[in-house]
Protein backbone atom coordinates (compact mmCIF):
# COMPACT_ATOMS: atom_id res chain seq x y z
CA UNK A 1 0.00 0.00 0.00
CA UNK A 2 1.52 3.47 -0.90
CA UNK A 3 1.85 6.19 0.99
CA UNK A 4 3.13 9.74 1.80
CA UNK A 5 6.83 9.72 3.46
CA UNK A 6 5.83 11.48 6.71
CA UNK A 7 2.46 9.90 7.37
CA UNK A 8 2.64 8.01 9.67
CA UNK A 9 6.35 10.11 11.22
CA UNK A 10 6.82 12.03 14.13
CA UNK A 11 6.47 15.85 12.85
CA UNK A 12 9.13 16.76 10.16
CA UNK A 13 12.15 18.61 10.56
CA UNK A 14 14.18 18.39 7.56
CA UNK A 15 17.14 19.85 9.78
CA UNK A 16 17.32 17.40 11.87
CA UNK A 17 16.98 14.32 9.52
CA UNK A 18 20.10 11.92 9.90
CA UNK A 19 21.18 12.81 6.23
CA UNK A 20 21.54 16.67 7.40
CA UNK A 21 22.59 16.05 11.10
CA UNK A 22 25.93 14.28 10.29
CA UNK A 23 27.19 16.92 7.29
CA UNK A 24 30.65 18.55 8.45
CA UNK A 25 31.25 22.32 7.75
CA UNK A 26 33.11 21.53 4.36
CA UNK A 27 30.48 19.82 3.22
CA UNK A 28 28.03 22.68 3.83
CA UNK A 29 30.23 25.23 2.35
CA UNK A 30 30.00 22.53 -0.77
CA UNK A 31 26.40 22.63 -1.13
CA UNK A 32 26.40 26.69 -0.51
CA UNK A 33 29.63 26.84 -3.51
CA UNK A 34 27.56 24.75 -5.74
CA UNK A 35 24.40 26.88 -5.67
CA UNK A 36 26.24 30.14 -6.32
CA UNK A 37 28.32 28.38 -9.03
CA UNK A 38 24.79 27.68 -10.98
CA UNK A 39 23.37 30.71 -10.56
CA UNK A 40 26.80 32.35 -11.75
CA UNK A 41 27.09 30.12 -14.91
CA UNK A 42 23.17 30.35 -15.29
CA UNK A 43 23.45 35.02 -15.03
CA UNK A 44 26.64 34.31 -17.22
CA UNK A 45 24.82 32.14 -20.02
CA UNK A 46 22.00 35.05 -19.89
CA UNK A 47 24.26 37.65 -20.77
CA UNK A 48 25.77 35.87 -23.77
CA UNK A 49 22.34 34.89 -25.14
CA UNK A 50 21.35 38.29 -25.15
CA UNK A 51 24.48 39.50 -27.03
CA UNK A 52 23.97 36.98 -29.82
CA UNK A 53 26.66 34.40 -28.99
CA UNK A 54 24.18 31.82 -28.37
CA UNK A 55 21.10 30.40 -30.86
CA UNK A 56 17.97 27.96 -30.03
CA UNK A 57 16.99 28.09 -26.89
CA UNK A 58 18.11 28.63 -23.45
CA UNK A 59 16.57 27.26 -20.43
CA UNK A 60 17.45 28.67 -17.28
CA UNK A 61 17.61 27.34 -13.65
CA UNK A 62 17.88 30.77 -11.72
CA UNK A 63 15.87 29.96 -8.40
CA UNK A 64 15.62 25.95 -8.22
CA UNK A 65 19.22 25.52 -7.90
CA UNK A 66 18.63 23.59 -4.27
CA UNK A 67 17.16 20.93 -6.47
CA UNK A 68 19.85 19.97 -8.91
CA UNK A 69 22.46 20.46 -5.68
CA UNK A 70 20.15 18.41 -3.11
CA UNK A 71 19.42 15.69 -4.87
CA UNK A 72 23.15 14.69 -6.42
CA UNK A 73 24.57 15.33 -2.70
CA UNK A 74 22.67 12.39 -1.62
CA UNK A 75 23.86 10.08 -4.76
CA UNK A 76 25.59 6.99 -4.50
CA UNK A 77 28.21 5.26 -6.93
CA UNK A 78 25.31 3.73 -8.69
CA UNK A 79 22.66 6.17 -8.77
CA UNK A 80 22.02 7.27 -12.05
CA UNK A 81 20.41 10.93 -13.06
CA UNK A 82 18.51 12.00 -16.51
CA UNK A 83 16.46 14.99 -16.80
CA UNK A 84 14.60 17.47 -19.39
CA UNK A 85 15.74 20.43 -21.28
CA UNK A 86 16.32 22.29 -18.08
CA UNK A 87 19.35 20.96 -17.55
CA UNK A 88 22.49 23.52 -16.75
CA UNK A 89 21.95 22.96 -13.22
CA UNK A 90 22.15 18.59 -12.94
CA UNK A 91 25.28 19.22 -15.32
CA UNK A 92 27.19 21.17 -13.20
CA UNK A 93 25.99 19.43 -9.66
CA UNK A 94 27.24 16.09 -11.10
CA UNK A 95 31.09 17.39 -11.68
CA UNK A 96 30.75 18.92 -15.18
CA UNK A 97 33.02 21.69 -16.04
CA UNK A 98 31.20 24.89 -16.61
CA UNK A 99 33.80 25.28 -20.10
CA UNK A 100 32.12 22.22 -21.51
CA UNK A 101 29.08 23.37 -20.43
CA UNK A 102 29.48 26.89 -21.77
CA UNK A 103 31.10 25.34 -25.12
CA UNK A 104 28.02 23.07 -26.07
CA UNK A 105 25.98 26.40 -25.61
CA UNK A 106 28.35 28.25 -28.32
CA UNK A 107 28.10 24.73 -30.17
CA UNK A 108 31.95 24.17 -30.41
CA UNK A 109 33.50 21.00 -30.52
CA UNK A 110 34.82 20.99 -27.10
CA UNK A 111 31.08 21.20 -25.92
CA UNK A 112 30.11 17.88 -24.06
CA UNK A 113 27.68 16.89 -26.77
CA UNK A 114 30.05 18.36 -29.11
CA UNK A 115 28.66 21.09 -29.80
CA UNK A 116 25.67 19.10 -31.39
CA UNK A 117 23.08 19.53 -28.71
CA UNK A 118 23.19 22.84 -27.81
CA UNK A 119 21.49 23.39 -24.09
CA UNK A 120 18.47 20.65 -24.06
CA UNK A 121 21.03 18.33 -24.43
CA UNK A 122 23.92 17.90 -21.98
CA UNK A 123 25.37 14.59 -21.51
CA UNK A 124 28.17 13.03 -19.44
CA UNK A 125 28.20 9.19 -18.78
CA UNK A 126 30.81 9.04 -17.02
CA UNK A 127 29.34 11.21 -14.32
CA UNK A 128 26.27 8.68 -14.75
CA UNK A 129 24.15 11.76 -15.87
CA UNK A 130 21.95 10.49 -19.24
CA UNK A 131 20.75 14.07 -20.26
CA UNK A 132 19.39 16.47 -21.26
CA UNK A 133 16.23 15.46 -23.32
CA UNK A 134 14.28 18.11 -25.27
CA UNK A 135 10.43 15.89 -25.69
CA UNK A 136 8.48 16.91 -22.80
CA UNK A 137 8.35 13.65 -20.98
CA UNK A 138 10.12 11.43 -23.40
CA UNK A 139 13.45 11.13 -21.01
CA UNK A 140 10.36 9.43 -17.91
CA UNK A 141 10.30 6.05 -20.03
CA UNK A 142 14.20 5.99 -20.21
CA UNK A 143 14.64 6.50 -16.78
CA UNK A 144 12.43 3.36 -15.77
CA UNK A 145 14.40 2.00 -18.26
CA UNK A 146 18.18 2.88 -16.81
CA UNK A 147 16.56 1.62 -13.53
CA UNK A 148 15.45 -1.58 -14.97
CA UNK A 149 18.87 -2.17 -16.00
CA UNK A 150 20.47 -1.58 -12.51
CA UNK A 151 17.91 -4.16 -11.30
CA UNK A 152 18.45 -6.19 -14.22
CA UNK A 153 22.44 -6.25 -13.30
CA UNK A 154 22.02 -6.66 -9.32
CA UNK A 155 23.05 -3.29 -8.54
CA UNK A 156 22.08 -1.41 -5.54
CA UNK A 157 21.00 1.89 -7.33
CA UNK A 158 18.14 4.00 -8.86
CA UNK A 159 17.90 6.61 -11.33
CA UNK A 160 16.41 10.18 -10.04
CA UNK A 161 14.30 10.76 -13.71
CA UNK A 162 13.45 14.19 -13.39
CA UNK A 163 11.00 16.53 -15.09
CA UNK A 164 8.44 19.67 -14.64
CA UNK A 165 5.21 19.82 -14.03
CA UNK A 166 4.34 20.26 -17.49
CA UNK A 167 5.17 17.09 -18.18
CA UNK A 168 3.07 14.87 -15.70
CA UNK A 169 0.18 14.93 -18.36
CA UNK A 170 2.14 13.48 -20.55
CA UNK A 171 0.81 9.87 -21.71
CA UNK A 172 4.56 8.46 -21.60
CA UNK A 173 4.98 9.39 -17.78
CA UNK A 174 2.05 7.58 -16.48
CA UNK A 175 3.13 4.58 -18.87
CA UNK A 176 6.51 5.21 -16.76
CA UNK A 177 4.93 4.92 -13.89
CA UNK A 178 2.62 1.81 -14.62
CA UNK A 179 5.28 -0.26 -15.12
CA UNK A 180 7.86 1.07 -12.76
CA UNK A 181 4.66 -0.15 -9.91
CA UNK A 182 4.25 -3.50 -12.01
CA UNK A 183 8.18 -4.53 -12.16
CA UNK A 184 8.88 -2.41 -9.24
CA UNK A 185 11.88 -0.63 -10.42
CA UNK A 186 14.14 1.40 -8.71
CA UNK A 187 13.18 4.53 -9.71
CA UNK A 188 12.47 8.09 -8.44
CA UNK A 189 10.37 10.04 -10.24
CA UNK A 190 11.03 14.15 -9.34
CA UNK A 191 8.82 16.89 -10.68
CA UNK A 192 10.07 20.08 -10.44
CA UNK A 193 6.90 21.90 -10.34
CA UNK A 194 8.34 25.61 -10.77
CA UNK A 195 4.36 26.43 -10.97
CA UNK A 196 3.94 27.20 -14.51
CA UNK A 197 3.90 24.42 -17.19
CA UNK A 198 5.63 26.72 -19.84
CA UNK A 199 3.37 30.04 -19.68
CA UNK A 200 0.36 27.95 -18.10
CA UNK A 201 -0.55 27.84 -14.29
CA UNK A 202 -0.31 24.52 -12.64
CA UNK A 203 -3.73 25.36 -11.43
CA UNK A 204 -5.22 25.82 -15.26
CA UNK A 205 -3.15 22.72 -16.17
CA UNK A 206 -3.52 20.18 -13.78
CA UNK A 207 -6.63 18.57 -12.18
CA UNK A 208 -5.14 16.82 -8.85
CA UNK A 209 -4.59 17.67 -4.73
CA UNK A 210 -1.02 17.18 -5.73
CA UNK A 211 1.14 16.27 -8.80
CA UNK A 212 2.77 13.41 -6.42
CA UNK A 213 -0.02 12.27 -5.09
CA UNK A 214 -1.20 10.35 -8.60
CA UNK A 215 1.26 7.82 -7.78
CA UNK A 216 -0.93 6.69 -5.60
CA UNK A 217 -3.33 5.04 -8.68
CA UNK A 218 -0.25 3.18 -9.23
CA UNK A 219 0.68 2.22 -5.56
CA UNK A 220 3.81 3.99 -5.67
CA UNK A 221 4.71 5.92 -2.41
CA UNK A 222 5.14 9.53 -3.01
CA UNK A 223 5.94 12.59 -1.09
CA UNK A 224 6.16 16.20 -1.69
CA UNK A 225 8.93 19.09 -0.59
CA UNK A 226 6.87 21.19 0.14
CA UNK A 227 9.73 24.28 0.30
CA UNK A 228 12.13 23.43 -2.78
CA UNK A 229 13.90 26.23 -1.83
CA UNK A 230 15.27 24.27 1.63
CA UNK A 231 17.90 22.03 0.44
CA UNK A 232 17.73 20.40 3.96
CA UNK A 233 14.17 19.26 3.07
CA UNK A 234 15.17 18.19 -0.62
CA UNK A 235 17.98 15.65 1.02
CA UNK A 236 16.20 14.65 3.60
CA UNK A 237 12.98 13.63 1.44
CA UNK A 238 15.37 12.49 -1.77
CA UNK A 239 17.62 10.46 0.53
CA UNK A 240 14.11 8.18 1.77
CA UNK A 241 13.67 7.69 -1.88
CA UNK A 242 16.98 6.74 -2.57
CA UNK A 243 16.27 4.29 0.46
CA UNK A 244 13.56 2.61 -0.77
CA UNK A 245 15.03 2.40 -3.93
CA UNK A 246 18.44 0.53 -2.76
CA UNK A 247 16.62 -1.61 0.04
CA UNK A 248 13.68 -2.89 -1.62
CA UNK A 249 13.65 -2.20 -5.60
CA UNK A 250 10.74 0.29 -5.04
CA UNK A 251 9.68 3.45 -7.11
CA UNK A 252 8.75 6.55 -5.80
CA UNK A 253 7.21 9.91 -7.09
CA UNK A 254 8.63 13.06 -5.35
CA UNK A 255 7.17 16.39 -6.13
CA UNK A 256 9.68 19.70 -5.29
CA UNK A 257 8.18 22.66 -5.23
CA UNK A 258 10.08 25.12 -6.69
CA UNK A 259 10.02 28.60 -8.52
CA UNK A 260 11.71 29.64 -11.63
CA UNK A 261 12.71 33.46 -11.83
CA UNK A 262 13.22 33.73 -16.07
CA UNK A 263 10.60 32.61 -18.23
CA UNK A 264 10.38 28.87 -19.63
CA UNK A 265 13.02 30.11 -22.00
CA UNK A 266 14.83 33.20 -22.34
CA UNK A 267 12.45 33.94 -25.30
CA UNK A 268 9.62 33.42 -23.55
CA UNK A 269 7.80 36.61 -22.61
CA UNK A 270 6.88 35.49 -18.97
CA UNK A 271 5.42 38.64 -17.75
CA UNK A 272 2.03 37.43 -19.85
CA UNK A 273 0.74 35.25 -17.32
CA UNK A 274 2.77 36.48 -14.10
CA UNK A 275 3.39 39.55 -12.24
CA UNK A 276 6.62 41.22 -11.88
CA UNK A 277 5.87 41.52 -8.54
CA UNK A 278 5.38 38.14 -7.94
CA UNK A 279 8.46 37.17 -9.35
CA UNK A 280 10.24 40.07 -7.49
CA UNK A 281 8.31 38.75 -3.98
CA UNK A 282 9.97 35.46 -3.95
CA UNK A 283 13.28 36.78 -4.73
CA UNK A 284 12.75 38.76 -1.71
CA UNK A 285 11.11 36.13 0.66
CA UNK A 286 12.66 32.93 -0.46
CA UNK A 287 15.73 33.12 -2.83
CA UNK A 288 17.22 29.52 -1.78
CA UNK A 289 20.96 31.19 -2.32
CA UNK A 290 20.10 33.78 0.08
CA UNK A 291 17.68 31.69 2.81
CA UNK A 292 20.93 28.75 2.77
CA UNK A 293 23.68 31.35 3.42
CA UNK A 294 21.76 33.46 5.70
CA UNK A 295 21.30 30.11 7.59
CA UNK A 296 24.89 29.05 7.57
CA UNK A 297 26.34 32.63 8.44
CA UNK A 298 24.29 32.39 11.73
CA UNK A 299 25.63 29.21 12.37
CA UNK A 300 29.31 30.55 11.94
CA UNK A 301 29.36 27.95 8.91
CA UNK A 302 30.05 31.11 6.82
CA UNK A 303 31.76 34.56 7.09
CA UNK A 304 31.10 37.42 4.86
CA UNK A 305 35.00 37.24 3.54
CA UNK A 306 34.18 33.49 2.03
CA UNK A 307 30.76 34.47 0.75
CA UNK A 308 31.98 37.04 -0.65
CA UNK A 309 35.31 34.61 -1.92
CA UNK A 310 33.05 31.66 -3.16
CA UNK A 311 30.72 34.21 -5.21
CA UNK A 312 34.01 36.29 -6.48
CA UNK A 313 35.10 32.66 -7.69
CA UNK A 314 31.85 31.37 -9.39
CA UNK A 315 31.76 34.56 -11.29
CA UNK A 316 35.68 34.58 -12.45
CA UNK A 317 35.06 30.78 -13.71
CA UNK A 318 31.82 31.58 -15.63
CA UNK A 319 34.12 34.13 -17.36
CA UNK A 320 36.61 32.02 -17.93
CA UNK A 321 33.74 29.89 -19.44
CA UNK A 322 32.96 32.34 -21.87
CA UNK A 323 36.40 32.37 -23.44
CA UNK A 324 36.98 29.02 -23.51
CA UNK A 325 34.09 28.66 -25.63
CA UNK A 326 34.64 31.51 -27.73
CA UNK A 327 38.10 30.25 -28.42
CA UNK A 328 37.30 26.79 -29.04
CA UNK A 329 36.44 25.62 -32.76
CA UNK A 330 32.94 24.60 -34.32
CA UNK A 331 32.34 21.22 -35.22
CA UNK A 332 33.28 20.42 -38.78
CA UNK A 333 31.23 19.29 -41.86
CA UNK A 334 32.38 15.56 -41.52
CA UNK A 335 31.52 15.71 -37.96
CA UNK A 336 27.91 15.43 -38.79
CA UNK A 337 27.74 12.00 -39.02
CA UNK A 338 29.56 11.25 -36.44
CA UNK A 339 28.31 9.48 -32.95
CA UNK A 340 25.43 9.11 -35.02
CA UNK A 341 25.18 5.32 -35.51
CA UNK A 342 27.58 3.11 -33.72
CA UNK A 343 28.65 1.41 -36.97
CA UNK A 344 29.47 4.27 -38.44
CA UNK A 345 32.35 5.42 -35.85
CA UNK A 346 32.97 1.38 -35.62
CA UNK A 347 33.91 0.68 -38.97
CA UNK A 348 35.15 -2.69 -38.22
CA UNK A 349 32.43 -4.02 -36.41
CA UNK A 350 30.06 -3.17 -39.04
CA UNK A 351 27.12 -5.91 -39.83
CA UNK A 352 24.65 -4.06 -41.17
CA UNK A 353 24.54 -3.52 -45.25
CA UNK A 354 22.88 -0.82 -47.15
CA UNK A 355 22.93 3.13 -46.49
CA UNK A 356 23.22 4.50 -43.00
CA UNK A 357 22.97 8.08 -43.90
CA UNK A 358 21.72 9.54 -47.63
CA UNK A 359 23.65 12.55 -48.58
Same mark, same amino acid.
Given at each position: ???????????????????????????????????????????????????????????????????????????????????????????????????????????? !????? @? #??? *? %???? &????????? $???????????????? !????? @? #??? *? %???? &????????? $?????????????????????????? %??????????????????????????????????????? %????????????????????????????????????????????????????????????????????????????????????????????????????????????????????????????
Amino acid at each position: MSKKFDEEDPPYNARQAPINTKLEKNELIKLYRDMVRIRRFEERCLRAYQSGKIGGFLHLYIGQEPVAVGCVSVMGENDHIITAYRDHGHALAVGMSMNECMAELYGK !YTGCS @K #GKG *G %SMHY &FDPTRNFWG $GHGIVGGQVPLGAGIA !YALKF @K #GLK *G %SCMT &FMGDGAVNQ $GAVHEAYNIAALWSLPVIFIIENNGY %SMGTSQARSSAALSLAQRGEAYGMNWDIVENGSDIFEVR %SKVAKALELAHEKSLPTVLEVRTYRYRGHSVSDPDTTYREKTEVEEYKKTRDPLMAFQNELLSGKVLTNELVKSIDEAARAEAETSVQFAEQSPFPTIEDIKKDVYWETDNPAGRQSVGCLFFD
